[in-house]
């Protein structure tokens, strides 16, 4: 006849071991300095003013055409690259991508009047067509993430160049819903709240900032903590957590103008979404879009909805589009390594794979 101990049920078992590891690792974030971030080999091979084009060439070339990233103006770029495992270009090129990045830069007080049609005909459509010629291709694929994936729908509706196939990762196409809490959106939508004087005033919105902005607007800068002490015994968590830390932290400076057309042309009047756009004089229209197109979302994104994507889907003329969503957040996607394999999945097809020569 067994017996129980009275209470058992009420005390956790307690793991030495494992308390220990945990402790240890909270108290190597709090007490050693933000990680190194060490990026996959490349070469830079373009620069316009604070805005660089990295080539990341393929660990053993599989396909002819190369993928263009276009990240996000908001944030920096290396969190699509932060390490061995968790790295989105890294990913790529193991699976034989050459891969072109676009990093845009923090800007200055000098780059106050740079603007979307800047950053789009003056630095992208520059960046890609020095792209084709180093790679001396005929297409190329572009992968936009997050607002990267808009500023590369705006573009590849307007431009002559070649693109074969479009990737979309968490996009926002419909600028009238969305994270920004109601009445705010509601107080730009109708005028009554505007960030023109405040934009005029400071040229270039400072990137403290816009840290404290991407802090109100969203959970991501908060719930980590608490994800970080329930997982400290593992020193890879750990290793992802401090990465991620640091990159929402190192937030990036934003142009005045580019932000002021942010926030009057998308949010306000929204007219992307209404076909009313215009960048350098010309129309976007989303129905130029007819190559290949894949847009997928993630199902805990506390950034950028779900409905803000699907939009594109019926607005595009693309025969071939898919659309999906993936378990995971806004940025656990690229942390764990998984964005590269979902990309590579749909890519692989569309992509010319080498014919190798048999000797």
């Known amino acids: ?4 101990q009275k209470g058992s049920n009420f005390i956790p078992f307690f793991d030495l071991e494992k308390e ?21 080999y490349r070469e830079l091979v373009w620069k316009k003013n604070k805005t660089s ?14 993928v263009f990233v276009v990240y996000s103006l908001l944030n920096k770029a290396y969190i699509l690259d932060v390490g061995e495992g968790s790295s989105v270009i890294g990913g790529l090129t193991e699976r034989g991508y ?25 630095y992208l459509e520059n960046a890609v067509k020095r792209a084709l010629r180093h790679s001396g291709v005929k297409e190329i694929s572009m992968l936009g993430y997050c607002l990267g994936g808009t500023i590369s729908a705006i573009f590849a509706s307007i431009t002559q160049l070649p693109i074969k196939n479009l990737i979309l990762a ?38 403290e900032y816009m840290y404290l902005m991407f802090r109100v607007l969203s959970p991501m800068y908060a719930s980590p903590w608490i994800n970080l002490i329930t997982r400290a015994n593992d020193p890879k968590y750990v290793s ?19 932000f002021k057309q942010l926030l009057n042309d998308l949010y306000k009047d929204n007219k992307l979404l209404k076909g009313e756009l215009k960048i350098g004089g010309k129309l976007v229209d989303l129905k130029n879009i007819k190559c290949s197109l894949f847009v997928f979302s993630t199902s805990r994104d506390t950034l950028i909805l779900e409905k803000q994507s699907l939009p594109v889907m019926d607005l595009v003329s693309s025969e071939d589009k898919t659309y999906q969503v993936f378990e995971g957040g806004h940025v656990s996607l690229a942390l764990t390594g998984m964005f590269s394999v979902f990309a590579d999945q749909w ?13």
């Open 53 to 66: 084009l990295w080539y990341h060439p393929a660990k053993e070339k599989k396909y002819d055409i190369p």
């Open 1 to 4: 006849m067994s017996t129980k």
């Open 170 to 207: 968490a996009v926002p196409i419909d600028f009238s819903i969305g994270i920004v809490p109601h009445k705010w959106l509601e107080g730009l939508q109708t005028g009554q709240l505007s960030f023109d004087r405040f934009s005029d005033v400071y040229g270039v919105i400072p990137s």
């Open 240 to 258: 992802k957590w401090r990465s991620m830390d640091k990159w929402t932290k190192d937030t990036a400076s934003f142009a005045g103008a580019a």
């Open 98 to 122: 050459d891969v072109y990045l676009i990093d845009w830069g923090s800007p200055g007080y000098e780059d106050k009047d740079i603007n979307l049609d800047s950053y789009i005909l003056d």
């Open 20 to 40: 220990t590891i945990r402790w240890n690792q909270l108290y190597k974030v709090f007490s050693e300095p933000k990680p190194d971030i060490v990026p996959t």
């Open 347 to 359: 890519l692989c097809h569309r992509s010319q794979e080498i014919q190798k020569v048999l000797s």
